[in-house]
């Protein structure tokens, strides 16, 4: 028989490409209410290249417990734009030149208009959580948005080249900054879809325990910069990169677990896929 071929993002997203161009057309239709706005070119420049892997979640997460449903687009369209305002921000603390090998967008547009662009996203989000009647879809948005900042403000107090840093710090760092958006995203998945509390559950662990492994993988992507956090890291192991792969791998697996008592669906199996990906990340 014949070996099944690696898992690489461009067959992920291949399998995904429905739940993309969704996605995709609801992002327009969510812009194109700014199409006056002195913000809109910038917006678009912002939006341009993501892989959309936090939205994809969430309407899979909705998926898998309910039905297809297009009253999860604009949330979907929220998270992406969460995302995006924290890329603007990190880009800045982290002086980096390039963002999906484009200039970054405060090199692009300069600091004072991505600080502006940044709070008006802020402001759109909070628009389409405004459209939605259950109150926990506003209360799980504005929940991880204080999340991320305050990992953001835990990372910014920690220099590399003098500060050991203990695996449960990283860890917290990790909830906070990013996993808190993958969890945020199944979370509201489950309840735009539906779902009972347990389905919500477990989703909302399955993405946290999601988000940790995608960090992990990026940081060792990222391993040797100076000034990122990893390479603070504290721990006995001689090859911490090996480590890193390890626990990864780990996090993957039990995101993988959280999903068994969720009803077999397609959109479960392109959860579990996501999941498979994060332990071998092959671009």
Not at 13 to 40: D, H, P, T, W
Request: proline residues 2%; glycine residues 6%; contains cysteine.
């Amino acid at each position: 028989m014949k070996d099944e071929e690696p898992l690489t993002i461009s067959i992920l997203m291949e399998r995904m490409k429905g739940y993309y161009s969704q996605i995709e057309e609801a992002i327009k239709v969510e812009l194109n209410r700014y199409k006056e706005s002195n913000f809109y070119g910038s917006l678009r420049y912002a939006l341009e290249g993501g892989k959309r892997i936090r939205p994809i979640i969430l309407l899979l997460s909705a998926e898998s417990i309910g039905k297809r449903d297009t009253n999860a687009l604009p949330v979907a369209v929220a998270i992406e734009l969460l995302h995006t305002e924290s890329i603007i921000h990190d880009d800045i603390l982290d002086n980096e030149i390039l963002r999906r090998n484009r200039p970054a967008f405060h090199i692009r547009y300069g600091l004072g208009a991505s600080l502006l662009t940044a709070d008006f996203v802020f402001g759109i989000i909070l628009d389409i959580a405004s459209r939605y009647e259950d109150k926990k879809i506003a209360k799980e948005l504005s929940s991880v948005a204080l999340r991320m900042c305050e990992g953001e403000f835990g990372e910014l107090k920690i220099d590399p080249k003098i500060y050991q840093l203990s695996w449960d710090e990283y860890l917290k760092l990790i909830s906070q900054k990013t996993a808190s958006l993958f969890e945020a995203s199944a979370k509201i998945g489950g309840i735009v879809g539906g779902g009972n509390e347990d389905e919500i559950e477990a989703l909302s662990n399955y993405g946290h325990l999601l988000g940790t492994a995608y960090q992990i993988q990026d940081d060792i992507q990222d391993w040797g910069k100076e000034d990122k956090v990893a390479n603070a890291l504290k721990i006995e192991q001689n090859d911490k990169l090996s480590y890193l792969r390890k626990m990864s791998e780990r996090y993957a697996i039990e995101a993988k677990q959280r999903l068994k008592s969720l009803k077999d669906t397609n959109a479960k199996r392109h959860l579990i896929d996501l999941a498979d990906f994060m332990i071998l990340r092959r671009f």
